[in-house]
């Protein structure tokens, strides 16, 4: 069955209440993660568009198709919106395949009482109810608790690697289907970190968009004695708020809405984390590259954007763009830096 064959794994295409999941007894799947830490990864696309996909369709899309073909999954739950404009044609082309899919939609306005109806038939589906997910909340808040811990250690201690805050924050989907092995590895992950020697940068970095399909972007940044220190999505994956409900929880997680409340979330750490640049990364052939212009317009910080399609390392002229942008910003840097000295 390749990746594997498990009794009672739900496959989800972004993030989605997970506690319900937990709640019911199943092992929630975020096949974003599956896909892009597959050893195969090029693999996947290439049978997606052996399958029919299209060439100029996200590499996400083919690579979430693929990964759900091999993994044996019970059901997937498919976002129809609030995340990427073309889940609807997939799921119908998974349907078509004999999956079981259930539809979640996250409502652009962020209105409550519509998510709350969304939240209501997800539990129904899986037959448990507010209570019970709300006791697997509590569970889940203890280990995003630790998780804001390595959060901070990145930013305030300089002991933890952006992609180590990557790869934490953004397993927070799914909690790697096992909470219990996750809260010991995070546990063990602190314990190991905590006692490391700081180690601040010279060019503190943003990320935001969506997470990239490059496999060394992070290592490459900090050869060049720069680290990201704020991971925007990842972090939001981690339900960074405290929150009493699940739905007061959803409402606030910024992902699936407007850009203008992740615009609020960015400036917000964009100042308490001293940040010099941002790193706007997005994915080729997805209707969030328009947001770059938003973004742009809407920040007076650097900003370099990176796109990328298939999964692979980064590039000759990618790396140049990359060097470029923080050798401005150690220049940009130095300027002020005089500037003050000269007042």
């Known amino acids: 069955m390749g990746i594997g064959a498990e009794v009672g794994r739900i496959g989800f295409t972004t993030t989605i209440p997970i506690e319900i999941l937990f709640a019911a007894g199943k092992i929630p ?16 696309v290439e049978e997606a568009e052996l399958e029919g996909f299209p060439r100029n369709i996200c590499g996400w899309i083919k690579g979430i198709y693929a990964v759900t073909m091999r993994s044996g ?35 652009y306005d962020r209105d409550e009482e519509l998510l709350h109806l969304q939240i209501k038939k997800m ?12 006791s697997i909340k509590r569970k889940l808040d203890k280990i995003r608790k630790r998780l804001a811990l390595i959060d901070q250690l990145t930013w305030q201690a300089g002991t933890v690697s952006g992609f180590e805050n990557h790869s934490y924050l953004v397993s927070a989907s799914d909690m790697k289907g096992d909470l219990e092995a996750f809260q010991d590895e995070v546990e063990d992950f602190l314990k ?16 935001v968009g969506v997470p990239s399909i490059y496999d060394d972007l992070y290592p490459f940044i900090e050869e060049l004695n720069a680290r990201v220190v704020f991971n925007e999505t990842q972090r939001q994956f981690s339900m960074p708020y405290r929150t009493t409900t699940l739905l007061q929880q959803y409402l606030r997680y910024t992902y699936p809405y407007d850009i203008f409340s992740r615009l609020r979330d960015i400036r917000e750490e964009v100042q308490r984390r001293h940040i010099d640049g941002l790193i706007h990364y997005v994915q080729s052939f997805c209707f969030r590259q328009i947001e770059d212009l938003i973004l742009r317009y809407s920040m007076d910080l650097p900003i370099l954007t990176l796109e990328g399609d298939k999964p692979t390392s980064l590039d000759a002229r990618t790396k140049v763009r990359i060097e470029s942008f923080i050798e401005l910003l150690k220049g940009k840097k130095e300027e002020d830096a005089s500037k003050c000295v000269s007042e």
């Not at 037959?127 to 709300?134: D, L, N, P, S, V």
């Open 123 to 134: 539990m129904e589906h899986f037959g448990i109810t507010e209570a019970a997910a709300g």
């Open 29 to 44: 799947v975020d096949l974003n993660n599956v896909f892009v830490t597959h050893p195969q990864k090029k693999a996947l």
């Open 192 to 207: 190991e970190a905590q006692g490391r020697v700081r180690s601040d940068p010279e060019i503190r970095l943003g990320y």
């Open 73 to 107: 999954l019970d059901e997937v739950i498919a976002v129809t919106q609030g995340d990427c404009s073309n889940t609807q044609a997939l799921m119908e082309t998974l349907q078509l395949k004999g999956i079981k899919i259930f539809p979640f939609a996250y409502p």
